[in-house]
């Protein structure tokens, strides 16, 4: 796959230079019929695109394909790859790779014991909902989750403007 994708740059307020330590993710945008794809967090209420932390040895295709069966159960299969998000925060920089996707089977989730906690659940969401839930991040007190809100709603917004 091409790494010639766009890279966006997100600071936090309290970002010091140089980052210590990096975190490198992998999102999918799976869009069909209007909706998008997300992973609902029903217990506390959160909403993002599927995806999480690249393992050892992992490649990025290999795991946007892991994290979208753990998370959703939906077997995906990926389209291209869209954007990247450096976001740096304090001493860390948190890098997500973002890929277009689409389903091409369904099996069961495989949810570590946080995400049981947090009561993840695959939903379908109205794409103009999505960006509306994600526009909302400069009303989060949380920063984290705020930059999470704006990644995504940066990232959407993009992608909405690139399908005109």
Same mark, same amino acid.
Request: hydrophobic share 35%.
């Given at each position: 796959?091409?790494?010639?994708? %766009?890279?966006?740059?997100? !600071?936090?307020? $309290?970002?010091? /230079?140089?980052?210590m330590? @990096?975190?490198? =993710? ?6 069909? $019929? =209007?909706?998008? &794809?997300?992973?609902?967090?029903v ?5 993002? @695109?599927?995806?999480?932390? &690249?393992?050892?040895?992992?490649? $990025? ?11 959703t159960? !939906? ?6 790859? *869209?954007?990247?998000v450096n976001?740096? *925060?304090?001493?860390?920089? *948190?890098? #997500?790779?973002? *890929? ?9 989730? #495989?949810?570590?014991?946080?995400e049981? /906690?947090?009561?993840? %659940? ?5 794409? %103009?909902? +999505?960006? +509306? ?23 959407? @917004? ?7």
């Open positions: 796959m091409s790494n010639n994708i %766009e890279t966006i740059n997100q !600071y936090g307020k $309290n970002y010091t /230079l140089p980052p330590f @990096s975190r490198i =993710g992998c999102r999918a945008i799976i869009v069909a $019929n =209007g909706k998008i &794809l997300l992973s609902h967090e217990n506390t209420g959160v909403y993002l @695109s599927p995806g999480g932390g &690249l393992e050892a040895g992992e490649t $990025n295709e290999d795991c946007v394909i892991r994290e979208v069966l753990e998370e159960g !939906y077997r995906a299969r990926i389209l291209y790859p *869209f954007v990247k976001e740096y *925060f304090y001493d860390r920089v *948190f890098v #997500s790779n973002y *890929f277009v996707c689409e389903i091409v089977g369904k099996e069961n989730q #495989s949810l570590t014991e946080t049981i /906690l947090h009561g993840v %659940e695959p939903e379908w969401v109205d794409f %103009e909902k +999505a960006l +509306a839930i994600f526009g909302s991040y400069e009303s989060i007190a949380d920063e984290e989750l705020a930059a999470q809100y704006k990644r995504e709603f940066t990232v959407l @917004s993009r992608f909405k403007d690139d399908k005109k």
